[in-house]
């Protein structure tokens, strides 16, 4: 009878290795399993754009301003983007701005508006030759000069500036060639002018 409840406490109250080992085990392939899961299935990054470009135009006036300025950009195989036509060849009007016309978002019942007036233009790959980037005053309500920014970024390899100037749209119709550019093979901007070339249509 002392080696029958000697071999009972050993059973109910101590620690079986091997039942240790299996549950040891277990756990293992448990954490294994939810580790593979996680990697299959990876948290999404909110608010990280890729905007698959290799040059982004930026054209800004000031903020608060109600006139409407229009990009207007022909690419070297005579492709024509405007707001009327936001995508042509590998070019791209991601961003189009109308002053304030545009620029309110309702939050909880709360109009707010956004200041900020800037259009965004994408060039998504790499066509050799000369771009010409125009700026069209389409509307306004001040009856005034508006002085717009343009900027040309190479993004690819890293970014890079490769021009920034000011433009002065004085009245209302004005067309103004803000800058043109030469692309070569590899993707380098060679050369830049100011020539006035006229592609609005209207």
Do not use: C
Not at 23 to 51: E, H, Q, R, S, W
Not at 57 to 80: H, L, R, S
Not at 122 to 130: A, D, K, L, M, Q
């Amino acid at each position: 009878m002392a080696g029958f409840s000697s071999n009972w406490q050993r059973t109910r109250g101590g620690s079986d290795p091997f039942t240790d080992l299996l549950f040891n085990a277990l756990l293992g392939f448990t954490y294994l399993f939810l580790i593979a899961i996680m990697f299959m299935n990876p948290v999404a990054k909110k608010g990280i754009i890729d905007p698959k470009a290799e040059y982004i135009i930026t054209v800004a006036w000031p903020d608060n301003n109600p006139d409407d300025v229009d990009t207007w950009i022909e690419d070297p195989n005579g492709n024509v983007i405007w707001f009327r036509n936001r995508e042509a060849g590998l070019i791209h009007l991601d961003r189009d701005d109308r002053g304030t016309a545009n620029d309110t978002i309702n939050i909880n019942g709360e109009e707010i508006q956004n200041p900020l007036n800037q259009e965004v233009v994408t060039i998504r790959g790499v066509v050799p030759g000369e771009y010409v980037v125009n700026l069209h005053y389409y509307a306004t309500e001040t009856g005034n000069p508006v002085h717009a920014t343009v900027k040309v970024a190479k993004v690819n390899p890293a970014l890079e500036i490769v021009y920034y100037g000011e433009t002065v749209l004085n009245e209302k119709g004005e067309e103004k060639t803000a800058v043109r550019f030469t692309i070569d093979k590899s993707g380098r901007v060679e050369r830049i002018t100011h020539i006035p070339k006229s592609i609005v249509i209207f």
